[in-house]
């Protein structure tokens, strides 16, 4: 079956400007997560959705990025004002229903702020 | 705060040779432990995820061990090959409610023909 689908695969935009990257995650999947994965940083955690309850944002690093999750499945990463070090690999994941299972990751979209 | 370590960064080996993967975490208050593997531009593969419970797991040529007390993991990786060749990443799920996963850095594998 089809597997976690992340659009762009890259995306390059100017200093400033605001930037939404797209996660599908797996059909029946009831959690999702988002991470960043940096030069030199490794993987950091940024949002997590869980079915119908309040995400937890504690990861996320400023005001500028917000995340959102229609109808319990597709999600939405939005960085506001984009700044030079917020270049990254964006990783999106999603696990079933039922405990505390395997993630299944995204292949990333990578952003590139000039 | 959950923190995880993989010591060396870069790895490399003559195909052919078992070898072995080290991963500390700081609290051994986790639920799991998981082993991927990236590619080059590529996403995650998840490899072996190893409960709290549980000492060790197995596909193919890979074992994966879990001394959660002493908060280590290793990943073996019997009679490598060229295609072995990519980044391991150790991640850890716990503490804390959320289920978030954190992440060492990496060891970046080369096994060279």
């Known amino acids: 079956g089809a597997g976690v689908s992340q659009s762009p695969s890259n995306k390059v935009t100017e200093k400033g400007k605001d930037v939404e990257l797209r996660c599908d995650p797996i059909?029946?999947?009831?959690?999702l997560y988002w991470y960043r994965q940096s030069l030199g940083q490794g993987l950091e955690f940024l949002i997590y959705?869980?079915?119908?309850?309040?995400?937890?944002k504690s990861g996320l690093p400023s005001d500028r990025f917000s995340a959102e999750r229609t109808g319990g499945s597709v999600s939405t990463l939005t960085i506001q004002r984009t700044q030079q070090e917020d270049s990254a690999v964006y990783l999106c994941?999603?696990?079933?229903?039922?405990?505390?299972?395997?993630?299944?990751f995204g292949a990333g979209t990578r952003l590139s702020v000039l | 705060k959950q923190e995880v370590t993989q010591i060396p960064a870069a790895l490399s080996v003559p195909e052919g040779e078992n070898l072995v993967l080290n991963c500390s975490f700081t609290?051994?208050?986790?639920?799991?432990l998981q082993w991927f593997r990236q590619d080059p531009g590529k996403g995650l593969t998840s490899l072996l995820l190893?409960?709290?419970?549980?000492r060790e797991q197995t596909s193919g040529r890979l074992n994966a061990s879990l001394d959660k007390s002493s908060g280590r993991s290793t990943l073996y990786i019997a009679a490598s090959q060229p295609g072995d060749s990519a980044t391991y990443l150790c991640a850890v799920e716990g503490p804390g409610a959320n289920s978030k996963l954190t992440f060492g850095k990496g060891i970046t594998l080369s096994v060279r023909p």
């Open positions: 609290d051994s208050a986790i639920y799991n």
């Open positions: 059909s029946g999947h009831t959690a």
């Open positions: 959705f869980q079915g119908n309850s309040a995400p937890d």
């Open positions: 994941a999603s696990s079933p229903p039922g405990g505390r299972n395997i993630q299944y």
């Open positions: 190893i409960q709290s419970s549980q």
